[in-house]
């Protein structure tokens, strides 16, 4: 970051706005950018020898680049960046932007599922990528949690809550496990969860696995460490995550880019790997932005991602709201889209819409 910004800095004015209009022109038009296409839109008359003269420089510095034997340039990932950083004029929300945001919250469906689906669909059709909604965790209190045996290799993980509602996990058991371990976990595992949520416990569970661990024998302490590990880091997740849209990044992906953007649509349907989603999020309050190979998630397809975390009344971080696309994403406006669309969650979710 601190050498993006020393090499805008000495930047001469000229080179600052050639850099400036090149990439606000490609983000606009997809296409690369010549030096006589910019001898139109520059504050100062310059001739196209000049402009051509500058473009090499930025290009020796890594900003730009020259695709195939074409004469223009196209911002490569760290002139994006750059960008992003430095000189990206961030637009004000449209009246029709948020009208149709807001027009989301207006459903009278019980729980918060078809509010996230609405959020997802308008956040997908707004921006003409895909949308990512991630739901927050159930944080109610925990009343029961059983094992049920499914075969030699499949278990189910039960948990019941105080306010009535049950999710069922299927997992792979480790070997040895017997209708008495799985007795002896579930009822280690409910003396410990009493009165405590799926969080609490997960801070909880590790000491008291190695406090009292006399009370359990091999195999059942094995499956409880095993459960832990899923209510961690398997299920929960992919269940929470709302994916809308994927079938725009196809068709804004040009034909060398397809196989990657078939790669990426794919992890999406199978929601491979999204537990890192709100991990980028929790980086920092407000919205982040990711491109190309910038985050593993989505490194493979080169997309970029603009997220925000969405927090509730305590002020706690509780999920997110993203949009992938490719990496000519219209920023500006994109942006405060998903800002306020974050905090409008947010705030729905804080207020009249819990569940």
Do not use: C
Not at 7 to 20: D, G, H, K, Y
Not at 204 to 213: D, L
Request: glycine share 8%; charged share 25%; net charge negative.
């Amino acid at each position: 970051m601190h050498e993006r910004s020393k090499l805008l800095a000495e930047m001469n004015a000229r080179s600052r706005e050639v850099f400036r209009r090149v990439v606000e022109t490609y983000l606009d038009t997809g296409d690369p950018v010549g030096s006589r296409t910019l001898t139109r839109t520059m504050s100062e008359a310059v001739s196209a020898a000049t402009i051509r003269n500058v473009m090499q420089d930025l290009e020796y510095l890594g900003l730009l680049d020259s695709p195939h034997t074409s004469a223009g340039r196209v911002p490569t990932q760290l002139g994006l960046r750059m960008f992003v950083d430095g000189l990206m004029e961030v637009s004000v929300l449209s009246i029709q932007d948020r009208a149709a945001i807001e027009a989301t919250t207006g459903g009278t469906e019980p729980g918060i599922a078809p509010l996230l689906d609405r959020i997802g669909a308008a956040l997908s059709g707004l921006t003409h990528g895909a949308s990512l909604v991630l739901a927050p965790k159930h944080e109610s209190e925990i009343r029961h949690i059983d094992f049920v045996s499914l075969g030699s290799d499949r278990a189910l993980v039960v948990l019941v809550f105080a306010d009535g509602h049950v999710e069922n996990r299927i997992f792979t058991p480790p070997p040895g496990q017997t209708p008495s371990s799985l007795r002896e976990a579930a009822n280690f595992v409910n003396a410990v969860a009493e009165g405590r949520t799926l969080s609490d416990l997960r801070a909880h569970m590790g000491a008291e696995i190695a406090r009292r661990r006399q009370e359990l024998d091999v195999a059942a302490q094995a499956l409880v460490e095993s459960g832990l590990a899923l209510w961690e880091n398997q299920g929960e997740t992919s269940e929470r995550l709302i994916v809308r849209g994927t079938a725009n990044l196809i068709d804004q992906a040009e034909d060398s880019n397809l196989e990657r953007i078939r790669t990426l649509f794919d992890d999406l349907e199978r929601k491979r790997d999204i537990a890192e989603f709100l991990e980028l999020a929790e980086q920092g309050q407000g919205v982040r932005i990711f491109i190309g190979s910038e985050n593993k998630l989505f490194s493979l397809s080169g997309s970029s991602l603009v997220v925000s975390p969405y927090m509730n009344a305590d002020r706690k971080i509780i999920g997110a709201v993203g949009v992938i696309g490719p990496t000519r994403l219209n920023y500006g406006r994109i942006v405060p889209i998903v800002d306020y669309t974050a905090q409008l969650v947010g705030r729905m979710l804080s207020g009249e819409r819990k569940g």
